[in-house]
């Protein structure tokens, strides 16, 4: 199947300070991408929705200056996590969908953040 | 309520038993998809179903559309399908976003 890809896998970083997290599309060309957060034993929550060349779409209440997304390639969505606090320490997951004739979402393994 | 439910929430069984986690939804959609999630945290998409059902190794998915269910079926269980599986639904209304369960949590005893 399909390949997405996250780096960091783990990233332990100091209050104040900003990380970027990387998904990509490795064998496909994504359009679209989605990042999730998820909190230990809860179902993933949507973020927002990544569209290349154009603004990321924010669900309700994700802070669209907080987390930053930019898409600027078919194959690459970056999140930033500015001014991290230690609330905002997560496992976040990207997906990218693939709008071949599978018309599928594709996972990628996940970034564990840690604020201290 | 949720939009989508799923049982049980936790399930042990003896490893060779025959598994099955059940997902409802409330809402019209396009597609179900069932995924996997072991306690490394990346997720695996093992099917996406809009009718039918579909077969993979051990692994079987069924979907009714009239009645809004679906399963996912586990034969011969091993202590390697212990994971959380997932059933994720996308609305017909909220274009390609996923709606998810919360998950049905599998341990299998060797």
């Known amino acids: 199947g399909a390949v997405v890809s996250q780096h960091p896998s783990r990233v332990i970083c100091k209050s104040g300070t900003s990380v970027k997290i990387e998904c990509r599309s490795l064998?496909?060309?994504?359009?679209?991408m989605f990042w999730y957060r998820q909190f230990p034993k809860q179902s993933l929550m949507l973020m927002a929705t990544s569209n290349e060349g154009s603004k990321a779409t924010y669900e309700q209440g994700v802070e669209k200056d907080k987390f930053l997304i930019n898409h600027a390639s078919l194959t690459l969505s970056t999140l930033t996590v500015t001014s991290a606090h230690p609330e905002d320490s997560s496992f976040y997951i990207c997906s990218a969908l693939d709008r071949g004739y599978r018309y599928e979402q594709y996972f990628g393994p996940g970034t564990r953040l840690t604020v201290t | 309520k949720n939009e989508v439910e799923q049982s049980p929430q936790n399930l042990t069984a003896q490893e060779g038993e025959f598994i099955t986690i059940n997902c409802s939804y409330s809402v019209g959609i396009s597609a179900l998809h069932w995924l996997q999630q072991h306690p490394g945290g990346g997720i695996v998409s093992l099917f996406m179903?809009?009718?039918g059902k579909k077969k993979h190794g051990r692994l079987i998915a069924t979907i009714n559309i009239q009645e809004k269910h679906s399963s996912l079926h586990i034969t011969a269980s091993h202590p390697r399908d212990s994971a959380v599986y997932i059933c994720?639904?996308?609305?017909?209304?909220?274009?390609?976003?996923?709606?998810f369960g919360t998950g049905t949590r599998l341990a299998v005893r060797p």
């Open positions: 179903l809009s009718s």
């Open positions: 064998d496909f060309q994504a359009t679209t």
């Open positions: 994720a639904v996308r609305r017909k209304s909220s274009g390609d976003k996923l709606t």
